[in-house]
């Protein structure tokens, strides 16, 4: 059963999708997903209205798939993942085995768990760690994606280096582009 939220976002969505920006959308972003075309903006603003309803509307979203029901999921958690980070790591393990993009892939990596970074390293790291040995290659993408927080700080340095060092020449072509971005971050906080 759907949900009145999703109903509500999912008529949001169709009265803000724009064929031009679904097209733009599929081009950047290869898949088979469903595209409304929805710009940034207009889906922060729902993630917004929608924020209170935290995890489990958030799951709902996940399971629909759409492209912009996933990264208002996304983005739900971030602004409400901080007040349960055990639920919030518990989902996000569940996130990552629907993963079919780049873009999900990083929204889930970066802003998923950017309200935990500072006090679930430990917990972020061992699932980077886990997830460097997956066979999905969004998983392991996922693994570099996750950890890209810390490469500012020094101290987490040596535990990124062993997940790139794992995955330097990992037949996956987003993976190894991970790994070049991860890279060029680490040089830049030297």
Same mark, same amino acid.
């Given at each position: 059963?759907?949900?009145?939220?999703?109903?509500?976002?999912?008529?949001?969505?169709?009265?803000?999708?724009? !064929?031009?920006?679904?097209?733009?959308?599929?081009?950047?972003?290869?898949?088979?997903?469903?595209?409304?075309?929805? !710009?940034?903006?207009?889906?922060?603003?729902?993630?917004?209205?929608?924020?209170?309803?935290?995890?489990?509307?958030?799951?709902?979203? #996940?399971?629909?798939?759409?492209?912009?029901?996933?990264?208002?999921?996304?983005?739900?958690?971030? !602004?409400?993942?901080?007040?349960?980070?055990?639920?919030?790591?518990?989902?996000?393990?569940?996130?990552?085995?629907?993963?079919?993009?780049?873009?999900?892939?990083?929204?889930?990596?970066?802003?998923?768990?950017?309200?935990?970074?500072?006090?679930?390293?430990?917990?972020?790291?061992?699932?980077?760690?886990?997830?460097?040995?997956?066979?999905?290659? #969004?998983?392991?993408?996922?693994?570099?994606?996750?950890?890209?927080?810390?490469?500012?700080?020094?101290?987490?340095?040596?535990?990124?280096? !062993?997940?790139?060092?794992?995955?330097?020449?990992?037949?996956?072509?987003?993976?190894?582009?991970?790994?070049?971005?991860?890279?060029?971050?680490?040089?830049?906080?030297?």
């Amino acid at each position: 059963m759907i949900s009145q939220q999703l109903k509500e976002i999912r008529e949001q969505l169709l009265q803000k999708a724009d !064929k031009n920006n679904a097209d733009f959308f599929t081009k950047m972003i290869p898949g088979k997903q469903v595209i409304y075309g929805v !710009k940034t903006s207009e889906l922060n603003e729902i993630a917004t209205r929608y924020k209170n309803y935290s995890f489990g509307l958030a799951k709902e979203l #996940w399971k629909s798939g759409a492209l912009e029901e996933k990264i208002i999921a996304i983005k739900i958690v971030e !602004k409400t993942g901080k007040s349960d980070p055990l639920q919030t790591l518990k989902i996000f393990k569940s996130f990552s085995t629907r993963i079919d993009n780049w873009a999900v892939c990083d929204g889930l990596g970066m802003q998923f768990l950017r309200g935990i970074v500072k006090t679930n390293s430990q917990e972020i790291f061992s699932i980077a760690d886990e997830f460097s040995y997956s066979e999905d290659p #969004w998983q392991r993408r996922l693994s570099l994606v996750m950890v890209e927080w810390y490469t500012r700080d020094k101290e987490y340095h040596s535990k990124i280096r !062993k997940l790139i060092k794992h995955l330097d020449k990992d037949n996956a072509y987003y993976v190894r582009k991970a790994v070049q971005w991860i890279v060029r971050n680490l040089e830049k906080g030297k």
